[in-house]
Each structure stands twice: as C-alpha cells, then as structure tokens.
C-alpha cells in the first residue's frame, strides 16, 4: 500500500513538473519591420514557429522571410530579391538564445527580461541583445520584444536606411 502511494506521489509530483519543463511550441505571433528613414517601408508577417522554455529559459524563433507582406507589391518582390532579403537562397530569418532574468518565469506574472542569443539571416550569424517582456497567465504565455538591426551586418542591401526596428509578440 505504502509503495502504492509513494509511485502516485512520484507520478503526480514528476506530471507538474513536466508540465514547467517541457517546451511551449507556437506558431500564433507576429514579426513586423520598419525602416527608421523612411516610414512607408514596412511589412509584417504572421509566419513564424517558436519554441519557449521557461524552466530553462530558452527561445527559439524562425521566421520565414516570403511571409512578410508589404502594402506595395513591388516593395515586396525587392525585398526577397538577391541583392536584400534573397529568399529563394536563405528562406528564414532565426533566433536561437537563452532568456536573462533573476525570476522564475514559471509563475503567474509580467516579466521585464533581457533576451540573448544569436540572429541568422542571409546566412550570417551575429549575437544580439534585446529587452523583451514575458506574460505569464494560466492559460498562456505571451512573449514580446523590440530590437534595432543594421542591414549591413548582414550583408542586406537597405535603400531605405541602413536600421531596421524588428517587433516580435508570440503566444504560447
């Protein structure tokens, strides 16, 4: 009987903690950009796959680059050309970085957190920092986050100013 109560006890108690440890997976979110110069140069896409860890603290995002979509379709065709985005070569932009916080983000709550980790596109890794902010409630989790990119560390030819702000919202 003892034994019997102590492999539920095990049982129960290993599910809950699973239930923090495991990887959240979503492809609910969205990526939009903007040139900083020129306000009419934006796009946005909700094509994207993510995995959270928050036990672990872990993130991972992958964003394919013919997702976006930008009011003039003309911006659109430049932008997955060879000399900017070139997609038909590099097909998706990725993230792959640990989440910097004190806090145990398995808990119900906001979270202001600073994101690290290494950014690929075009075939070119570069480590990035950003802020980001993380929402904890019992039904999901919503992860946000501001960045400013230089085109040209990543070999990406901008017309239309050499930063680009990059805003990420996912939910999990």
């Not at 003892?2 to 095990?10: M, S």
């Not at 049982?11 to 959240?24: E, M, V």
């Not at 040139?35 to 909700?46: I, P, R, Y």
């Not at 596109?121 to 993380?134: A, L, P, R």
């Amino acid at each position: 009987m003892i034994k019997r109560i102590t492999v539920a006890v095990l049982l129960i108690g290993g599910i809950a903690l699973t239930g923090f440890s495991q990887d959240k997976v979503s492809n609910s979110g969205s990526v939009k950009f903007k040139s900083l110069v020129k306000k009419d140069v934006k796009a946005e896409s909700q094509s994207l796959t993510s995995k959270i860890n928050l036990l672990e603290k872990t993130l991972v995002v992958s964003v394919p680059v013919q997702g976006f979509e930008f009011k003039f379709g003309m911006m659109q065709k430049k932008f997955n050309a060879e000399k900017v985005m070139n997609s038909s070569a590099y097909p998706k932009a990725k993230f792959k970085g640990k989440i910097i916080s004190d806090k145990v983000l398995t808990k119900t709550g906001s979270y202001d957190v600073k994101v690290k980790g290494e950014i690929t596109m075009k075939g070119i890794t570069k480590t990035i920092s950003s802020d980001g902010k993380i929402v904890v409630s019992e039904s999901k989790v919503v992860a946000t986050s501001t960045l400013i990119l230089h085109g040209s560390d990543f070999g990406i030819d901008l017309k239309y100013g050499k930063e680009i702000e990059i805003s990420l919202t996912i939910e999990y």
